[in-house]
């Protein structure tokens, strides 16, 4: 179902800006939300949503993914991707430049944009990748999230990880940089010293917490250089989390991933390459010092990382295997279910995952249920469980590495400027989002 002009939700749970919960009625017009009232008589006939027994969210806003398109479809593509975000509550997405052609120039983006502006049925940005090359391209671009450097863990044009280039790059220009922190050249000595071992697990110890660590002592160094907007990607070690806890700029935020707070290198037991992603995963101390950093903010916010590879390329043996795995359809639930479990609040949940994200990135009127924001929401359901379960993805790569977790907080109704996008299982594929402006 899809409403274009008007709609009222009904008596939900609803999450306020400041935290606090109400149970109320939320009326939404011309694709905003026009009221928030405990009771609002439907004196405009609008059509109605029941939300009796449900929790209103603002939709998420996931900002790091990787969608594969264009040259990469067979393993995902903005439609295929898109339907997943529905499904998973996610309102809007930032995505990156590692496709087929790379994401490094305006044509290259405006492809892109054109491409989302057809088939996403969810709100899109795109981030422009860097070279060693393209400083120009970096500093006019439009419209763009920031710019994404690969300082490791990438191969060809897009790895850029010579201190003088980067430094060139944090010298010009005043657009925010997302770093992929991960040391380049002790990722490459790791590998000759590890090499032969096709155990998957060997991964978290090419790619070490002290790669990590390297990398992002550089950045940070960088940006407090030239007090540079910096966006610290998929923060994954205790190490990382601490320098930033005693050095950490105000113009520089960080995020974490789901699977970086709830899996450690035991998964690799259990599911093998299915948890092997880059930055990898890594120890259950890790686990508990990411947790604290981000309640404590010293993390900002919740990215999922979804990088989706087939189960027959994820099939291959060690070291030949993709890095990456989902993660649009589940991170909503799993950080709900930790909510549950007392790990946090569900108001933390909506400011990682929605708010926090949209200060972060300059990205206007997302983020809280307030009249005057776009009705991008998500209606979930608190109250039961149900398990993660391969043959229900709508992400094309059909799987994921939380498979059997069993979970709270599925997305029931999912609204993207005003109209119903998913709804009790189903996606509208009519609707189409809109190309995320950046302020």
Not at 129 to 154: C, E, R, Y
């Amino acid at each position: 179902m899809s409403y274009t002009n008007s709609l009222l939700i009904c008596q939900a749970r609803l999450v306020l800006p400041n935290g606090e919960f109400m149970v109320g009625d939320v009326l939404i017009q011309g694709g905003k939300i026009a009221e928030v009232a405990s009771t609002i008589p439907n004196a405009t006939s609008s059509p109605e949503i029941d939300a009796q027994g449900l929790t209103l969210l603002p939709g998420v806003i996931d900002p790091q993914v990787h969608f594969r398109e264009p040259g990469l479809e067979h393993k995902e593509d903005l439609f295929t991707a898109s339907c997943a975000c529905a499904k998973g509550g996610v309102t809007s997405f930032l995505e990156m430049p590692n496709t087929k052609p790379l994401t490094t120039n305006q044509a290259a983006l405006d492809d892109k944009l054109q491409r989302a502006a057809s088939k996403c049925v969810v709100n899109y940005g795109f981030f422009i990748g860097a070279t060693a090359d393209n400083l120009q391209d970096l500093l006019s671009v439009q419209p763009t999230s920031g710019i994404k450097i690969f300082m490791g863990s990438m191969h060809g044009d897009l790895l850029v990880d010579q201190e003088t280039t980067l430094e060139n790059i944090f010298a010009h220009g005043s657009r925010l940089i997302a770093v992929h922190a991960e040391d380049q050249e002790r990722i490459k000595q790791r590998r000759q010293e590890f090499a032969g071992i096709s155990d998957p697990a060997i991964h978290s110890q090419i790619q070490d917490n002290t790669a990590a660590l390297l990398a992002t002592q550089l950045a940070l160094k960088l940006s407090k250089k030239y007090q540079r907007r910096l966006h610290i990607l998929h923060l994954s070690t205790a190490e990382e989390a601490e320098l930033l806890r005693v050095d950490k700029p105000s113009w520089v935020t960080a995020e974490v991933t789901p699977q970086h707070l709830m899996l450690n290198t035991d998964a690799y037991k259990t599911i093998g390459t299915l948890a092997q992603m880059n930055p990898p995963l890594r120890s259950p101390h890790d686990n508990e010092v990411l947790w604290q950093a981000l309640r404590d903010g010293v993390i900002d916010f919740i990215a999922t990382d979804h990088a989706p590879h087939t189960l027959e390329e994820k099939g291959k043996t060690y070291p030949n295997t993709p890095s990456g795995m989902p993660g649009v359809e589940t991170s909503l639930p799993l950080m709900l279910t930790a909510a549950m479990e007392g790990k946090c609040t569900v108001a933390q949940v909506v400011n990682w995952m929605s708010k926090a994200v949209a200060t972060a990135y300059g990205i206007p009127n997302k983020g809280e249920i307030t009249p005057g924001y776009d009705a991008d929401l998500v209606l979930v359901d608190l109250d039961n469980y149900k398990p993660v379960r391969n043959e229900e993805m709508l992400t094309k790569c059909g799987w994921s590495s939380f498979e059997g977790w069993n979970l709270t907080g599925w997305p029931v109704t999912t609204i993207v400027g005003g109209e119903v996008v998913y709804d009790k299982g189903k996606v509208n594929t009519q609707v189409r989002g809109q190309a995320l402006q950046f302020i």
